[in-house]
């Protein structure tokens, strides 16, 4: 579950301009330790372990991994996150009954009602699936956070509840979905953060932000890095231009993107149609004149000079 668009006002637009990053294109900059390993995929489908070993960081839904495929994932070094709502519940089958911590506001874009976070019955409720998914993964992905930040009730329980998130789940890694007013008020709880919707949304179509919406998440790229936090982007896109715009503008950034469909259901990413991933041994022999690049993104690799990359 993710947040369709940041929240700013602003007009329908083309899609903008952003001037071509120095760098390639590319999903970000690699890890130390982790040269050729990508940064972070988000993918609520199952299986497809081989293609998600290809990740330093993955987050999945914990109910589609059991602990063998969690294992499997480990023993290759890659850190496996379970999502984990904090705001919201899925809207049961009868709407006019919605369970009992619901507040009663629907979101029909996810299907899902806010929920009352200060209520001790969601609280017992989120320890129950911290405790119980705590000894399988490496941590989790904290969704659904900006909701609380409407009413002042909501948004002094859900610091609280972030906070005792920590302590149960003890040293694990703790990645927020935005937040970042949250966060502000929890330095040393949350290891990283998810810019979602950085550059590109699916809402209420596939697109590019206009500009004042790029300044909006420009505005919480900063904010993330002066709380010092690991920082990560997520891009949505249905075509291999959209795709393109969202690599570069986060390597414009500085920082790594997952660019995939709105269901989150690719494990590589979006990956343009005429394109198929490369296969890593003929990859690593493949040698590229002078004044070539290599073009990376989820799952594709091809080369070519960097002022052409835009036309394709």
């Not at 999903?27 to 990740?55: D, F, K, N, S, W």
């Not at 979006?270 to 493949?286: E, F, G, H, T, W």
Request: charged share 25%; aromatic share 8%; hydrophobic share 35%.
């Amino acid at each position: 579950m993710m947040v369709p668009s940041p929240r700013v006002s602003s007009p329908r637009a083309s899609s903008p301009r952003v001037s071509s990053p120095t760098a390639p294109e590319d999903i970000g900059p690699l890890e130390h330790g982790q040269r050729g390993r990508r940064a972070l995929a988000v993918y609520y489908g199952q299986g497809a372990l081989p293609t998600l070993a290809r990740y330093r960081r993955v987050v999945v839904q914990p109910g589609h991994f059991p602990p063998e495929k969690v294992a499997w994932l480990q023993g290759r070094g890659v850190q496996v996150l379970a999502y984990l709502s904090l705001g919201e519940v899925p809207a049961p089958d009868d709407q006019a009954h919605p369970v009992s911590w619901a507040v009663g506001e629907h979101r029909p874009e996810w299907g899902t009602y806010l929920v009352d976070v200060a209520r001790p019955d969601w609280r017992d409720h989120i320890q129950t699936q911290v405790l119980h998914h705590k000894s399988v993964f490496d941590g989790f992905f904290l969704d659904t956070l900006d909701g609380a930040g409407r009413d002042p009730r909501q948004f002094r329980a859900m610091l609280k509840l972030m906070r005792l998130v920590r302590r149960w789940s003890g040293p694990g890694y703790l990645l927020a979905n935005r937040g970042l007013g949250l966060l502000e008020r929890l330095r040393g709880t949350i290891n990283g953060v998810l810019i979602e919707a950085c550059s590109t949304t699916w809402a209420p179509e596939y697109r590019a932000y206009s500009r004042q919406e790029l300044d909006y998440t420009e505005r919480l790229v900063r904010q993330a890095r002066r709380l010092k936090l690991e920082l990560y982007a997520l891009d949505y896109a249905d075509s291999p231009r959209l795709r393109r715009f969202a690599l570069r503008r986060a390597a414009a950034l500085g920082l790594p993107t997952f660019v995939t469909s709105r269901d989150l259901s690719l494990p590589g990413g979006y990956v343009a149609p005429n394109l198929k991933p490369p296969d890593p041994a003929v990859s690593a022999l493949r040698s590229r004149p002078p004044g070539q690049v290599q073009v990376e993104g989820n799952g594709e690799l091809g080369s070519g000079p960097l002022s052409t990359l835009g036309s394709r």
